[in-house]
């Protein structure tokens, strides 16, 4: 079985989808869940809530619980 993690939340692929493994909801159908760790859904923008917008940043993850948070900015790897 093929898994990761959306918000921290464990997911499978059926080959044709990601679904929740909790509930076999399809992340498609529930796009907005709320992260495992804090339980609070992602911003209108889709920034995590723990984190909210970060000038200067390309992207951002608190990690959820899952893995180590990062965030990563607009110049990095810039020569």
Known sequence: MITGHIRGNTVFWTGQAWHYLDDGVAVDDDPDRPCARC???????GHDACLGHIGGASSACCGH?????YVKTQNEGAN
């Open 65 to 69: 619980g899952v893995e180590r948070g």
């Open 39 to 45: 339980g609070r859904p992602p911003t209108p923008e």
